[in-house]
C-alpha cells in the first residue's frame, strides 16, 4: 500500500473506527459472543456427533452388512443360513440387549460375541489374556468398556450383577477391553454364556458379514433382504451410523440454530450502531463527497470498517467458542444437560473447517451489517449534509413494502414440508419474519406515536415529537433488541406450551395410583406373571395393568417403533392416552387394533383408520390405526397394542412395569410398605407415584432447555447492548439539540426524564412489536419446528405473568440506558454542547 | 438590571498549577433598554462571558447579578429556572429543535414558563407576525431558509418578554440582507419589550446596529463607541 493509500486507509476507514472506540469495541464484543456461542454449540455437536459415529462404527468393525433385528431378537438358525452363503466371508453372531446393574438406577448393553470371530472382525478388541486367573471364556466371565468400566466404578476380578427377570446373575470381571474397542457403556461376554445366562437362548439380535472381495455389496444386500423374516433387516454399517446420527440431529440442529440468534442479533446490532454513525457522520461524507471520494470508494471504505470488525470479533469468536466447546463439554456433557447423549464421554474435537466457517459467518455478519448503511453513507446528499442542523437520514427509511414482501415469503416458506427431517422452511420463515419486521418498524412506530395522547409536560412534549420526526433512525437502534426479543418471547411461549402440555399429558397418561417399572423396552429386567398375580394379591391393591415394552419393525422404517402392550380398548383409551385423532372408518375390520403416535403417523404417513403392517418378532401382523395419540417419550415413534392381543401374538408374557390401582380407601404408603415387605424382590425395582413421575420429568425438561435459557439471556444482552450503543451514539448527535434545551431552561432532570421518556417510548414500541412477533414466531416453533423436527404437537400457553415481567424490565432498561447514554455525554460542560456556535 | 462586579475567569492550563486567565476584572451594569455589542479577538474570552452571564458557567471571582439576584448563590436548578424566566438565547447555528414546528420552537419557552392555551398561541402569533413568519407557522426548522430560521430564533428569544437576551454571531451563517433583517428585528423587539441585549459579534456592520459598542481584550471591556462608558466599580 503507497504511502497515500494508507493515509487515505487511516482516514476513511481505521480513523472512524478509532474515534468511536467504544462502540466499535461493542461490536468486536458482541460479533465475538455470537461466533463464540455458535462455534461453541457446533464443536460439542460436533464432538457427540463424531462420538455417536465412532461409537456406532466400532459396533460394527469391519463388517460389510450388519443383519439386524428388534430387540427381541430373531432365531439363531438364521446364522448359518448367512454365514454359508457364497458371498460371505465371514460372519460374526452378536447377542446384544439391555441389562440392568442390580443395585443402581442404570443400565447397561451386554453383547454377547464369539471371540474368534469378533476378534476377525474387530481387531481392535484385541482380548489379552486376563493377569487374573479367570477365562475369557468362563460362565463368569465379563469384559467391561472403558466407559462402562469408568462409569461402575469397576475394576479387573471385581464383582458385576445385572437382574434378568427378577433374579440377580453375577459376573466377574475379566478384564477391560481397550480404548478403541466398544466405546459405549458395555460388557462383552461369550455369546453361549450370554444366550444362557441372559435368557436369550436360540436368539440372536445381529449378524455382522464380511464379504469376499470383488463382491457388490448392494446385489448381497438385495439377496439377503428377500430371505429375512419379518422384522429383520439388512443394512450397512454407514447407514446405521447415519441412524444413530438421525436420532439426535434434529435436537443438535435446534440448538445450533438458537446459538446462531447470538449472531444474528449481532449483526442487527452492527447495522444499527453503523447506521446511527452514518447519521453521525453525514457532514464527513458530504465533505469527503465534495472533496472528491466516489461512491465506490465510500461504500467500500464503510464497509471494509465493517470488515476489520467482523474479521477482529470473528478471530476472538473463534478462540472463546473453543474455550466455550471445552468448557461446556466437561460441564454439561456432549449434549450440554439434555440426556440425549448418556454413556458417551467424548473429548473435544476441533474442526478447523467449522472454526474457518464460523470465521467467515462473523465477519459476513458484520459486513452485511455494514451494507445498507454503506450505501446510505454514499448516497448520503453532499449540499444538504453540509448545511447545518440537518440530521436526517434517508438510508434508514423502513421499507414497508419490502417488510410485508418478506412476510408473504414467509408465509409460503411455511407451507413447505421438512428437508430431510430438518425444519429449514421452518427456520429460514422466522429469519424472514424478524427481518421483515425490522423493516417495518418505522411505519408501525409512527403509526403507534400518533396514537399517544397530547400531554402537558414539556419534557414529554418533546420526547414524543423528537420520536414522531426520528421514527426512521430511532427503530433503526430498536432492530437488535426487536430480534432478541421477540426471540426471547418466542421461545418462552414455546417453552411454556410444551411444558404445561407436558405436565397435562403427564396427568393424562398416568391414571393410576402406583407404578412400578421393571425396565425399558430391551431391558433384560422384568416381571413375570407370578409376579403380577402376586401384586394383584396385595391387600391394598384394586387392579393391576401389566405393561410390556417391545419393538415393532415396519418395512421402510429404519429405526423400529416403540410397541407399548397394556390393557386397552377402544372404549377406554380416550382415559389412557392423550388421543389426538380417532378413526371414523375401519378399513379392515379385522386387523389388528392398534393406537399410534404423532411421531409414527408422521413417520409412516399414516393417519386415523389406515391399515399397515408391521414385524412382531418374526410375525408380520396386520395393524389397523384405530387413533393417534399424543406422546412426548418416544420421539421415533410409538404404537399402543392391548395387552391380551399382544400375548396372543407373541406368547410373551412377561411385564415391564405394572400399573397398581388401590381399593377405596387404601394408602399408597401402605401398598409401597406391603411391596417391601411382602415382595422384597419386587421392591428393588423402581416403584413411584405419579406425583413423583411428574416432578421428574419436569426436572429433566427443565434441565434440558436450561442450556436454551442461558443462549436466549446472552441474546438478549447483546440487544440491550445494541439499545445502548445507539441510545449514546444518538444523544452524542443531539448534544446541541440538548445543550439548547438546557439554555433555554431545561432541568437537567427534566433533560433526563425527556431521555429516560424517550427510551422507554422506544422500548415500550419495541416491547409491543417484539410481543407480537414473538408471538408469531412461537406459532413457528409449535406448529413447524417442533413439529417437523420431533414430531410432537402441544396446545399453545402464553406465560402472561414472565412475558409482563420481561417487558417492564426490558422498557425500564431501556430508559435508563438512554438516561445513562445522556448522563455519560452530557457528564462534560454543558457549554461544550453549543460550543461549535459560541 | 444587569449587574457584573470585577468578574474574573481563568481555565486550567498544560500546568494545572498554572491556571490561564481568560477574563481579568470585567464590570459592566446595564439597564433595561439597553442593546450592546462586544467584539474582540477570538480566545479573548466573549463566549465565556456570556456564559457567565448566563449562568452556565461561574466566575472565579466576583459576581454577575440579575435584578438584584447574585447568579452565584443560586444553585444550578435556580439558575436554570432564572434563564428559563428571564433570558432569551439566539445562537449562530439557529438550534432549533428539528422536530418542532415553527410555533413550537417559539412557544417553548412559554410551555416551559407554564404558559398554554389561547395566551399562548396569541403570544406565538404576535412574535411570528413581528417576524414575518406567520404563514410558516406549521412549517418544519428544515423546510425554511437560514434566515427563516434565525428570525424564529429570534422570536424564540423573545417570546416570554426576557429581561436579558444573549445573542451570539446571530448573522454569521447568513447573507447581508437576511442578516440586516435579522439585526433590525432584533433590535426592534428588544427596544419594544425593554429587554437588555448583549450581541456578541464579528461584524462591525452588526455592532452598528447597537447603542454601545464594546471591545474585549486581556485587559478588560473597553467602551469604543457610544454614549455611555461602562461603570467602573
Known amino acids: 500500500m503507497s504511502s497515500a493509500n494508507a493515509q487515505l486507509f487511516a482516514a476513511l476507514v481505521t480513523g472512524p473506527l478509532r474515534h468511536a472506540a467504544g462502540r466499535t469495541l461493542l461490536a468486536v464484543v458482541v460479533i465475538a459472543l455470537g461466533v463464540a456461542l455458535g462455534l461453541g454449540v457446533t464443536l460439542v455437536n460436533r464432538s457427540a456427533a463424531s462420538e455417536v459415529s465412532l461409537a456406532a462404527r466400532s459396533l460394527f468393525g469391519l463388517s460389510d452388512l450388519v443383519v439386524q433385528g428388534t430387540n427381541a431378537g430373531f432365531d439363531e438358525a438364521l446364522f448359518p443360513v448367512l454365514a454359508r452363503l457364497p458371498e460371505v466371508a465371514l460372519a460374526n453372531p452378536v447377542v446384544d440387549v439391555q441389562v440392568r446393574v442390580v443395585g443402581r438406577q442404570t443400565a447397561l448393553s451386554a453383547m454377547g460375541i464369539d471371540f474368534f470371530r469378533a476378534a476377525r472382525m474387530q481387531p481392535s478388541i484385541g482380548v489379552e489374556a486376563p493377569r487374573t486367573n479367570l477365562s475369557p471364556l468362563a460362565a463368569d466371565s465379563v469384559f467391561l468398556s472403558p466407559a462402562a468400566a469408568r462409569d461402575l466404578g469397576l475394576e479387573e476380578g471385581d464383582q458385576l450383577t445385572v437382574q434378568v427377570g427378577l433374579e440377580p446373575v453375577s459376573f466377574h470381571v475379566a478384564g477391560i477391553l481397550p480404548a478403541a474397542a466398544y466405546r459405549q457403556r458395555a460388557m462383552v461376554l461369550d455369546i453361549g454364556t450370554a444366550q444362557w445366562r441372559l435368557g436369550q437362548l436360540g436368539k440372536l439380535q445381529r449378524v455382522e458379514l464380511r464379504l469376499r472381495s470383488g463382491t457388490s455389496t448392494e446385489a448381497v444386500q438385495r439377496r439377503i433382504a428377500a430371505m429375512l423374516p419379518p422384522g429383520v433387516s439388512v443394512t450397512t454399517p454407514g447407514a446405521e451410523t447415519d441412524e444413530a446420527l438421525r436420532l439426535t440431529r434434529a435436537y443438535r440442529s435446534n440448538l445450533t440454530a438458537l446459538a446462531l440468534v447470538a449472531l444474528f442479533t449481532g449483526a442487527f446490532l452492527v447495522h444499527s450502531t453503523q447506521s446511527l454513525a452514518v447519521i453521525r457522520r453525514r457532514r464527513e461524507f458530504a465533505l469527503l463527497k465534495a472533496m472528491g471520494v466516489s461512491a465506490r470508494e465510500q461504500i467500500a471504505s464503510t464497509l471494509a470498517g465493517g470488515a476489520i470488525v467482523g474479521g477482529a470479533g470473528a478471530l476472538c469468536g473463534v478462540g472463546l467458542g473453543i474455550l466455550i466447546a471445552d468448557l461446556g463439554l466437561n460441564a454439561f456433557g456432549a449434549d450440554l444437560g439434555a440426556g440425549y447423549f448418556r454413556g458417551i464421554a467424548p473429548a473435544l474435537k476441533v474442526d478447523w473447517l467449522d472454526a474457518g466457517v464460523f470465521f467467515l459467518l462473523g465477519t459476513a455478519a458484520a459486513i452485511a451489517g455494514t451494507l445498507r448503511p454503506a450505501i446510505a453513507a454514499a448516497r448520503v446528499p453532499a449540499a444538504l449534509a453540509l448545511k447545518a442542523g440537518d440530521l436526517e437520514d434517508p438510508a434508514v427509511r423502513g421499507n414497508t413494502i419490502a417488510g410485508l414482501a418478506l412476510w408473504g415469503f414467509a408465509g409460503v416458506l411455511l407451507l413447505l414440508p421438512a428437508v430431510d427431517g430438518l425444519p429449514l422452511a421452518g427456520y429460514s420463515a422466522i429469519a424472514l419474519v424478524l427481518i421483515g419486521a425490522v423493516f417495518l418498524m418505522p411505519a408501525v412506530t409512527r403509526l403507534l406515536l400518533r396514537l399517544l395522547p397530547s400531554v402537558r409536560s414539556v419534557p414529554l412534549q418533546i420526547a414524543t415529537a423528537h420520536l414522531r420526526g426520528t421514527a426512521r433512525q430511532a427503530t433503526t437502534s430498536l432492530s437488535a433488541i426487536l430480534v432478541s426479543f421477540s426471540l426471547m418471547v418466542a421461545m418462552a411461549v414455546m417453552v411454556t406450551s410444551f411444558r404445561t402440555s407436558l405436565d397435562q399429558w403427564l396427568e393424562k397418561i398416568l391414571p393410576a395410583d402406583l407404578y412400578l417399572r421393571a425396565g425399558f423396552t430391551s431391558e433384560t429386567a422384568f416381571l413375570d406373571a407370578n409376579d403380577v398375580t402376586a401384586l394383584a394379591a396385595l391387600p391394598e391393591v384394586e387392579r393391576v395393568d401389566a405393561n410390556r415394552f417391545a419393538q415393532l419393525a415396519v418395512t421402510g422404517l429404519k429405526t423400529p417403533l416403540g410397541l407399548i402392550a397394556r390393557p386397552i380398548t377402544e372404549q377406554n383409551a380416550g382415559r389412557m392416552l392423550w388421543i389426538e385423532s380417532t378413526a371414523t372408518n375401519v378399513a379392515l375390520p379385522d386387523a389388528q387394533p392398534v393406537w399410534i403416535s404423532e411421531a409414527a403417523a408422521d413417520l409412516l404417513s399414516l393417519r386415523s383408520g389406515a391399515v399397515f403392517t408391521g414385524s412382531i418378532g418374526e410375525r408380520a401382523v396386520q395393524f389397523s390405526v384405530r387413533g393417534v395419540y399424543r406422546d412426548y417419550e418416544r420421539q421415533n415413534g410409538g404404537v399402543v397394542i392391548d395387552h391380551d392381543a399382544y400375548v396372543r401374538l407373541t406368547g410373551d408374557l412377561r411385564t415391564n412395569a405394572a400399573w397398581l390401582w388401590l381399593k377405596p380407601g387404601a394408602d399408597v404408603d401402605h401398598l409401597v410398605n406391603s411391596i417391601h415387605e411382602r415382595l422384597p424382590g419386587l421392591a428393588e425395582f423402581d416403584v413411584r407415584r405419579p406425583g413423583e413421575i411428574r416432578a421428574i420429568t419436569l426436572r429433566v425438561f427443565d434441565r434440558t432447555f436450561a442450556v436454551t435459557y442461558l443462549l436466549e439471556i446472552i441474546a438478549v444482552g447483546i440487544g440491550l447492548a445494541g439499545i445502548a450503543a445507539s441510545t449514546s451514539a444518538q444523544v452524542i448527535a443531539r448534544r446541541a439539540e440538548l445543550g439548547v434545551l438546557r439554555h433555554v431552561g431545561l432541568l437537567r432532570r427534566q433533560v433526563g426524564f425527556m431521555l429516560a421518556a424517550e427510551g422507554g417510548l422506544l422500548g415500550a414500541v419495541g416491547v409491543l412489536a417484539g410481543l407480537v412477533i414473538g408471538s408469531v414466531v412461537s406459532l413457528i416453533l409449535i406448529y413447524v419446528v417442533n413439529r417437523q423436527s420431533f414430531h410432537w404437537s402441544m396446545d399453545v400457553y402464553f406465560p402472561w405473568v414472565l412475558l409482563m415481567a420481561f417487558s417492564v424490565s426490558l422498557v425500564a432498561a431501556a430508559a435508563l440506558t438512554a438516561v445513562w447514554s445522556g448522563r455519560l455525554s452530557l457528564r462534560d460542560d454543558i457549554i461544550r454542547a453549543v460550543k461549535e456556535d459560541w | ?233
Open chain 2, 1 to 233: 438590571m444587569l449587574t457584573l462586579r470585577q468578574v474574573r475567569k481563568s481555565f486550567p492550563g498544560p500546568d494545572p498549577a498554572r491556571p490561564r486567565p481568560v477574563l481579568a476584572e470585567v464590570s459592566l451594569a446595564l439597564e433595561p433598554g439597553d442593546y450592546i455589542a462586544v467584539m474582540g479577538e477570538s480566545g479573548v474570552g466573549k463566549s465565556t462571558l456570556l456564559n457567565l452571564i448566563a449562568g452556565l458557567d461561574v466566575p472565579d471571582s466576583g459576581d454577575v447579578l440579575l435584578e438584584g439576584q447574585s447568579l452565584a448563590a443560586l444553585d444550578d436548578d435556580a439558575r436554570t429556572l432564572l434563564r428559563r424566566r428571564r433570558m432569551g438565547f439566539v445562537f449562530q447555528a439557529f438550534h432549533l429543535l428539528p422536530h418542532l414546528t415553527v410555533a413550537g420552537n417559539v412557544g417553548l419557552p412559554l410551555a416551559l414558563n407554564g404558559m398554554a392555551g389561547t395566551h399562548a398561541d396569541d403570544r406565538i402569533n404576535e412574535l411570528l407576525e413581528a417576524v414575518g413568519l406567520r404563514d410558516r407557522r406549521d412549517s418544519f426548522p428544515k423546510e425554511l431558509s437560514g434566515g427563516e430560521m434565525q428570525r424564529v430564533a429570534v422570536a424564540r428569544a423573545l417570546v416570554h418578554r426576557p429581561a436579558v437576551v444573549l445573542a451570539d454571531e446571530p448573522t454569521g451563517n447568513l447573507d447581508p440582507e437576511s442578516a440586516a433583517q435579522v439585526l433590525e428585528l432584533l433590535r426592534a423587539q428588544l427596544k419594544r419589550d425593554g429587554s437588555i441585549g448583549i450581541l456578541v459579534t464579528h461584524s462591525a456592520v452588526a455592532a452598528a446596529t447597537t447603542d454601545r459598542v464594546y471591545l474585549l481584550t486581556r485587559q478588560g471591556l473597553q467602551l469604543q463607541s457610544g454614549t455611555t462608558t461602562p461603570r467602573q466599580e
